[in-house]
T-cell receptor, first 117, second 115 residues
């Protein structure tokens, strides 16, 4: 079974600074997807960024970028120029293309990101 | 924001009551999911559906049941609520993949408290 581990329950960063959230995962699959989802307080969980395992190039979305190390099974999220609106729970998630077994996403426990003004 | 809605947002109910958590999406997605999320914990898949009349149990065993009579609607029912059912329940949907996987869309969640 796949597992996703987020070792940082909480992170704090000054506004406009850069922060990196860590995620490691365990799988025997060679083809899969990795995601970072953001869950603001009392609001919907939304996708921040996704990475296909077969792509060597790290995904970027504006101020958000990932460092995908397939051999190390590591998938960290870097947020540059942090803004107050970035404050939220961030979840790392994994999925195989075909779902396999019980379909759906496998999530980590989340990292609570605090932005200090 | 995604067009997937959950009601109620918050529910406090007594032990032994029957409850139904509603989830509806207007995106025409075939796949729908229910996740359970305890405070400070990861989300766990409890039910999923590939389409009308399709329902499957997820990784986490749950006493709840689901139905999928219409594409847009995926309600979750607890026949007899207990304090151990206190949690947040998140509904999600995905389009049928026609290429590389895209993303799951989530509702705002229902925070259930059983007293």
């Amino acid at each position: 079974a796949q597992t996703v581990t987020q070792s940082q329950p909480e992170m704090s960063v000054q506004e406009a600074e850069t922060v990196t959230l860590s995620c490691t995962y365990d799988t025997s699959e060679s083809d899969y997807y990795l995601f970072w989802y953001k869950q603001p307080p009392s609001r919907q969980m939304i996708l921040v960024i996704r990475q296909e395992a077969y792509k060597q190039q790290n995904a970027t979305e504006n101020r958000f970028s990932v460092n995908f190390q397939k051999a190390a099974k590591s998938f960290s999220l870097k947020i540059s120029d942090s803004q107050l609106g970035d404050a939220a729970m961030y979840f790392c998630a994994y999925r195989t293309p075909r779902g396999g077994g019980a379909d759906g996403l496998t999530f980590g426990k989340g990292t609570h990101l605090i932005i200090q003004p | 924001e995604a067009d997937i809605y959950q009601t109620p947002r918050y529910l406090v109910i007594g032990t032994g009551k029957k409850i139904t958590l509603e989830c509806s999406q207007t995106m025409g997605h075939d796949k729908m999911y229910w996740y359970q999320q305890d405070p400070g914990m990861e989300l766990h898949l409890i039910h999923y559906s590939y389409g009308v009349n399709s329902t499957e149990k997820g990784d986490l065993s749950s006493e709840s049941t689901v139905s999928r009579i219409r594409t847009e609607h995926f309600p979750l029912t607890l026949e007899s609520a207990r304090p151990s059912h206190t949690s947040q329940y998140l509904c999600a949907s995905e389009p049928r993949p026609r290429g590389p996987y895209t993303e799951a869309f989530f509702g705002q969640g229902t925070r259930l408290t059983v007293v």
